[in-house]
């Protein structure tokens, strides 16, 4: 890891709230997990508690709002799980002054030629990478696709566009907004916190598109990707449009794909 802004204990304390989140869907699943993974949390939050920089606050803040529930054995569905944390920590940051000063700023950042380029790069890698992963392991898409609802073509085109255009933004705000910021503030290495968030993101996946090993590898490298493009743009949006279009090729992939 890089060296500490604020001290090796809070550098870890942040990490290791930003890879117990990750571990909400298999924590939602099993309460003694949950209760571990909140009890990391927690004991992250009250490291990093009076840690002169307050946006070291939010990544073990949003960690605690969203495995609290495992803890006594309940689970919030998608949007819920991802939403509703991240609408508390707002609510939180705008009643204290601390927090609202240290939140990350949202910015729409820079989308001239080179990041386009970037775009069209990433967009084009992971649309290859979900492809490959499909067609070389040969998974097991049963269960995924029986959510699809059974609806008309058009509508569930319609609800294929929304899906990707909320899980996007609520995926980069969690780790491309409030975990990026607040590893920022404790380590003065910007790969460290690059490859940290992309850790915990490739472990959110374990059990998503694509899965197992493999998938939380693809992943990582594509969280990895979607770190430098948000940097290079010094903003949300550009790594927003990369992230929809790869949600957008795993429901086509869902859609399409028959073993």
């Known amino acids: 890891m890089g060296a500490p802004r604020l001290g090796w204990p809070r550098l870890c304390a942040v990490s290791a709230a930003t890879l117990a989140y ?25 490291v990093v508690a009076r840690a002169p920089d307050r946006a070291a606050l939010h990544a073990p803040l949003l960690a605690v709002l969203t495995l609290a529930p495992t803890a006594v054995g309940l689970a919030a569905p998608w949007p819920l799980s991802l939403a509703a944390p991240l609408v508390v920590l707002a ?41 490959l992963w499909v067609r070389l392991m040969r998974p097991d898409l049963t269960q995924m696709r029986a959510l699809l609802p059974p609806v008309s073509l058009p509508l569930l ?66 969280a990895v990707m979607l770190g430098v493009l ?20 795993i429901f086509a992939l869902l859609l399409t794909w028959t073993r």
């Open 230 to 249: 948000r940097r290079r743009a010094g903003g949300l949006l550009a790594p927003y449009v990369a992230h929809v279009a790869a949600d957008l090729t």
């Open 157 to 222: 085109l319609l609800g294929g566009l929304g899906f990707a255009l909320f899980n996007a933004l609520l995926e980069e705000a969690v780790f491309r907004l409030v975990f990026l910021g607040s590893l920022d503030a404790v380590t003065t290495s910007g790969w460290t916190a690059v490859l940290v968030q992309a850790a915990a993101f490739g472990l959110l996946h374990l059990r998503g598109f694509p899965s197992g090993a493999v998938g939380v590898g693809l992943a990582a490298i594509y």
């Open 91 to 131: 609510l939180l940051a705008r009643a204290v002054p601390a927090l609202r000063a240290s939140m990350p700023p949202l910015r729409r950042g820079s989308f001239g030629p080179a990041v386009l380029g970037w775009i069209a790069a990433i967009v084009l890698v992971s649309a290859l990478a979900l492809v």
């Open 22 to 46: 990750a571990a909400y869907p298999s924590a939602a699943a099993d309460r003694a997990l949950g209760l571990a993974c909140f009890g990391v949390a927690l004991a992250s939050l009250l």
